[in-house]
């Protein structure tokens, strides 16, 4: 079994900074993406950056310029780093493995953390 844990929630003041990551661990052989997903109360799940294995990242444009996202795939880790944080970025982050294989199966699929709050007040 695969497992995505999140750290480095919180709450922030508007314009702060915070970084969040995102390690897998299990029987893994490969994982193609890694990336991270946030949602809002009353809100639908949306994207907010991925990365693919070759270091590709991709935004959302709410986002763009404020965060960065990286990844170490020795560690299987992805991060998350959030810059300038708005009131409207307040939500539940969630990270998502992509295309994750692993040893046991050799069969792609993918996986979910439990999710890690994030919350920019004043």
């Known amino acids: 079994q695969v497992q995505l844990v999140e750290s480095g929630g919180g709450l922030v003041q508007p314009g702060g900074s915070l970084r969040l990551s995102c390690a897998a661990s299990?029987?893994?052989?490969?994982?193609?993406?890694m990336g991270w997903y946030r949602q809002a109360p009353g809100k639908q799940r949306e994207l907010v950056a991925t990365?693919?294995?070759?270091?590709?990242?991709n935004y959302a444009d709410s986002v763009k310029g404020r965060f960065t996202i990286s990844r170490d795939n020795a560690k299987n880790t992805v991060y998350l780093q959030m810059n300038s944080l708005k009131p409207e970025d307040t939500a539940v982050y969630y990270c998502?493995?992509?295309?994750?294989?692993?040893?046991?199966?050799?069969?792609?699929?993918?996986?979910w953390g439990q999710g890690t709050q994030v919350t920019v007040s004043s």
């Open positions: 299990g029987r893994i052989f490969s994982i193609y993406s």
């Open positions: 990365i693919a294995k070759g270091g590709i990242p």
């Open positions: 998502n493995g992509g295309g994750v294989v692993t040893i046991t199966t050799m069969i792609a699929r993918d996986y």
